[in-house]
């Protein structure tokens, strides 16, 4: 009786034949038994008439090298082959091997394994799926035998490939630049800091409360910053969101009260009929002249400097420069309010030249408030026309319509 050969090609000698070759042969076949368990070789998709064809893999009898008798096989090529269609890639059907195979193309094309003919299920990488399967050819049924795809190993998460990746626990993972989300466009980028110590943590929530996005880390105090790009503003849904910074508060001139020395004189005029009326108060040429207001300050107030803005018109059409000042004290539950207020700071601006126009001056530098404030203190100002200043040259009544007073917040309310 002759020889047969097994879907592999280890040759089957038959009891007293192959005298004298036997020492050959079966090292022939221990060598193509190394191949089924471990043998790799990289095998190139048949190129001839671009586009989709088939590159069939056939049994090579008694000897060694026949690509579908290796356990681990590339397809395409060591550094990817480029195709430009899909590929097939067939067995014969008496082939039984478990195989790790990987789809090395460059390509959006599909790659599929199956065998010869028949019916039986196959297995096929889709168009980005450039990884690695771990194969059984069960050679279960001689007309329709399956290509079994296990699923297990490198056939989950690859170096390269596209994968998704499902309940799979991720701990502490290092993300490199950025998350993207499934269309591979940029979710989140991520940067490094090389001395971090702070950091966010995101917790979820039972019914009833929202989750937390917290500041954490080594240091006792934690800032969360949130910065808008460019002219962008921070909102929730569609409304802006508002956050510690520059807040104004605007003083009228029928709100400043005036004091028994030197006071400035309140005065309400008529521009035309049914028109606009000026609620002002008049400061002097020559004469220094004051007002005063107070504020209990807004609990949210950093209990830092203020700027002002003075908001007047002119009663002459002189265009001298007529010079504003503004000074603060502070006083807190107890203190006595018989106290000098603090350095004044004055702006200058130059008359416009109408009468009736309203003007504004620019924003003045720093005021500090003396008297050491304090959350809840009574506040005082006193605005000022310094008349007897030698380079106040505005010649006429300098009416104030009012003054905005500038201040920084340092929490997101006042409770």
């Known amino acids: ?236 849904a569609t409304a802006a969101v508002k956050i510690a910074g520059t807040e104004t508060m605007w003083i009228p001139a029928n709100a400043l009260y005036l004091p028994t020395t030197n006071p400035a004189d309140a005065a309400s005029v008529e521009t035309t009929a049914t028109r606009p009326e000026l609620k002002v108060l008049d400061f002097d040429a020559s004469t220094a002249q004051y007002a005063q207001f107070a504020i209990a300050m807004p609990k949210s107030w950093n209990l830092g400097t203020v700027t002002y803005q003075v908001f007047w018109s002119p009663s002459t059409t002189n265009t001298g420069n007529c010079i504003f000042g503004l000074q603060g004290v502070s006083c807190s539950e107890g203190d006595t309010a018989d106290v000098a207020f603090g350095t004044a700071v004055e702006v200058t601006d130059a008359g416009i030249g109408t009468v009736e126009d309203v003007q504004m001056t620019a924003v003045s530098g720093a005021v500090t408030i003396s008297g050491s404030p304090a959350d809840d203190d009574q506040t005082f100002f006193q605005l000022y026309r310094d008349a007897a200043d030698g380079s106040d040259s505005f010649t006429g009544e300098a009416r104030v319509l009012g003054i905005k007073l500038f201040y920084t917040t340092d929490a997101a309310n006042d409770a």
């Open 1 to 236: 009786m002759a020889s047969n050969y097994t879907g592999l090609g280890v040759q089957l000698m038959t009891t007293g034949e192959k005298a004298g070759t036997w020492g050959t042969l079966t090292n022939t076949n221990w060598n193509i038994m190394e191949q089924i368990s471990g043998g790799y070789i990289v095998q190139t998709l048949n190129a001839a008439g671009a586009g989709a064809n088939t590159t069939t893999l056939s049994v090579s009898d008694g000897s060694t090298g026949a690509t579908l008798a290796n356990k681990v096989i590339i397809l395409g090529a060591e550094s990817a082959q480029a195709i430009t269609g899909n590929k097939i890639v067939t067995i014969p059907l008496d082939v039984e091997q478990f195989y790790l195979i990987q789809n090395n193309t460059s390509g959006a094309y599909t790659v599929q394994f199956k065998y010869a003919s028949g019916s039986g299920s196959t297995v096929t990488w889709g168009t980005t799926d450039k990884g690695w399967k771990i194969l059984y050819a069960s050679a279960n049924d001689g007309t329709n035998p399956d290509i079994a795809d296990t699923g297990f190993g490198a056939g989950d998460v690859t170096l390269t490939g596209t994968q998704t990746l499902t309940n799979k626990t991720l701990t502490s993972p290092a993300i490199g630049t950025s998350i993207l989300d499934t269309n591979g466009l940029q979710l989140a980028l991520v940067t490094a800091t090389g001395s971090a110590v702070n950091e966010f943590t995101i917790a979820n929530a039972a019914a009833g409360a929202g989750p937390t996005l917290s500041a954490t880390g080594d240091e006792s105090n934690v800032d969360i910053n949130l910065n808008p790009k460019g002219s962008g503003v921070l909102k929730s």
